[in-house]
T-cell receptor
Framework: DGGITQSPKYLFRKEGQNVTLSCEQN?????MYWYRQDPGQGLRLIYYSQIVNDFQKGDIAEGYSVSREKKESFPLTVTSAQKNPTAFYLC??????????????FGQGTRLTVV | AQRVTQPEKLLSVFKGAPVELKCNYS??????LFWYVQYSRQRLQLLLRHISRESIKGFTADLNKGETSFHLKKPFAQEEDSAMYYC?????????FGQGTELSVKP
């Protein structure tokens, strides 16, 4: 069953701790993306990767880090430097980085709460 | 700067009324634009893309390069159209979204 999977669905973190959100896809997509979704602000791009071992900062990369060691995996680490980490995080993937009308597929999201 | 703007946070119409969800973009290159939709408790999914010039679930969107717009239209709204709608742009491998418009279709 092809798709994109995020885990866990809910995550609680204490202040000062780093936490890693998982995103895995078996669609053989080249590009993967991380977004933060806050009410009234839409989807804001954190990081994206068009190819293995390469990634670029999006609009709100501060306090986040990523890696892309395998084509199918793009984990996001929310570091203690992120000042307002409580949010809903979405992962997506596309063929061709969305060029030529390529459709993006989304995970079900991870809700991170800092306690 | 590359940007997508959806000026309306909420659009409320009655069933059978026409609907237009606005989207404006800022991009100096040749744009590729999409509309994505998120129904309640479902994943975000593609609705339509400008490159296909298609009509999906009665919705259409025309790219207007002069006005840098890609508005989503439907002549007769249905209750099942109630959802969150996002306009998206793919500038050079990125994929960026607008703020989203919540469409509420009342009976």
């Amino acid at each position: 069953d092809g798709g994109i999977t995020q885990s866990p669905k809910y995550l609680f973190r204490k202040e000062g701790q780093n936490v890693t959100l998982s995103c895995e896809q078996n669609l053989n997509h080249d590009a993967m993306y991380w977004y933060r979704q806050d009410p009234g602000q839409g989807l804001r791009l954190i990081y994206y990767s068009q190819i293995v071992n390469d990634f670029q900062k999006g609009d709100i990369a501060e306090g986040y880090s990523v890696s892309r060691e395998k084509k199918e995996s793009f984990p996001l680490t929310v570091t203690s430097a992120q000042k307002n980490p409580t949010a809903f995080y979405l992962c997506a993937s596309t063929l061709l980085g969305g060029r030529s009308g390529a459709e993006a597929f989304f995970g079900q999201g991870t809700r991170l709460t800092v306690v | 700067a590359q940007r997508v703007t959806q000026p309306e946070k909420l659009l409320s119409v009655f069933k059978g009324a026409p609907v237009e969800l606005k989207c404006n973009y800022s991009y100096s290159g040749s744009p590729e634009l999409f509309w994505y939709v998120q129904y309640s408790r479902q994943r975000l999914q593609l609705l339509l893309r400008h490159i296909s010039r298609e009509s999906i679930k009665g919705f259409t969107a025309d790219l207007n390069k002069g006005e840098t717009s890609f508005h989503l239209k439907k002549p007769f709204a249905q209750e099942e159209d109630s959802a969150m709608y996002y306009c998206a742009l793919t500038p050079g491998g990125k994929l960026i979204f607008g703020q989203g418009t919540e469409l509420s279709v009342k009976p």
